[in-house]
């Protein structure tokens, strides 16, 4: 039986971080295979090359770039939105290939609202003032997640849960606050100054949904949250935006497709022959 898709103006995904143990890639492609958007926007962070190898890029996070690809195929506009972990591609800023576009920001026009979507990292101070701390912690980050893949593999042995303990050690370090934290302050009031209706920003893997007062008016904050711990995404259907939390339940027979799957040798030919300067526009 044919898998009817989730027709969306726009999906919003942020911080993949493909190439590195944390990502849930599987759970990832099983979510792209559900929906139908025109616009697909990847918000940063996408492939992770502070922490890239070529020793580790397991063919789930293989098949996810072959879906963008498949999209495309497809006519699905896709829009790369560079982050910090993929600043390596800023310098292709305004580059088309068909239907992919890399930017650093984005603004779309929709029903009457302005939408302004960026990774985020731009306002983190820790970022430009201490860029080693940042790499640090997100060494650090990588290690705990292979710590937490043995673990789990032993629970799996007694059919015991799996659990993400890193996620909750950061929930008992950075506790979610009613009030705004300074990054929510100056995003919502940039924005507001920029008579943006709608911001939708990444990075933190903080998802949440916010109306935010400002001096200027009311401000709409959404951050996309991740897909290496919370699976969740910024969708905008009949002119309104939500953040959905993606529940797998369906079985992985249910959405394997290996006769789409090129081998690694085959893609990263076709992701040579995409990315080459020649074809840039």
Not at 5 to 22: G, M, P, W, Y
Request: hydrophobic letters at 40%; charged letters at 25%.
């Amino acid at each position: 039986m044919k898998q009817v898709l989730k027709q969306l103006d726009v999906s919003v995904i942020s911080d993949i971080h493909l190439a590195t143990h944390a990502s849930k890639a599987k759970v990832l492609l099983k979510y792209l295979k559900t929906i139908q958007p025109e616009i697909l926007v990847l918000n940063g962070d996408i492939i992770d090359s502070w922490r890239f190898s070529r020793n580790y890029f397991p063919k789930a996070h293989l098949k996810v770039i072959r879906q963008f690809i498949k999209m495309l195929e497809k006519g699905v506009k896709i829009v790369y939105i560079t982050g910090n972990h993929d600043e390596f591609l800023r310098k292709f800023n305004g580059a088309r290939m068909g239907n992919l576009e890399i930017v650093n920001q984005l603004v779309l026009n929709l029903d009457g609202q302005k939408t302004w979507i960026f990774h985020g990292d731009l306002f983190d101070h820790i970022i430009h003032q201490a860029k080693w701390l940042a790499k640090f912690g997100a060494a650090t980050y990588g290690l705990l997640t292979i710590v937490n893949k043995f673990i789990n593999s032993i629970l799996r042995f007694f059919h015991i849960k799996e659990v993400i303990f890193y996620k909750s050690l950061k929930k008992k370090l950075i506790k979610q606050k009613p009030q705004l934290s300074r990054f929510e302050q100056v995003i919502t009031q940039t924005a507001s100054e920029r008579d943006y209706q709608t911001v939708i920003c990444g990075h933190t893997h903080v998802p949440c949904d916010k109306q935010v007062i400002t001096e200027n008016g009311v401000v709409r904050y959404l951050n996309c949250g991740d897909w290496v711990e919370h699976l969740t995404a910024a969708e905008y259907v009949n002119a309104n935006w939500s953040l959905i939390h993606f529940t797998d339940e369906s079985k992985d027979e249910d959405l394997q497709d290996e006769l789409d799957i090129p081998s690694q040798k085959e893609l990263y030919q076709l992701l040579v022959q995409e990315l080459t300067l020649n074809n840039l526009q």
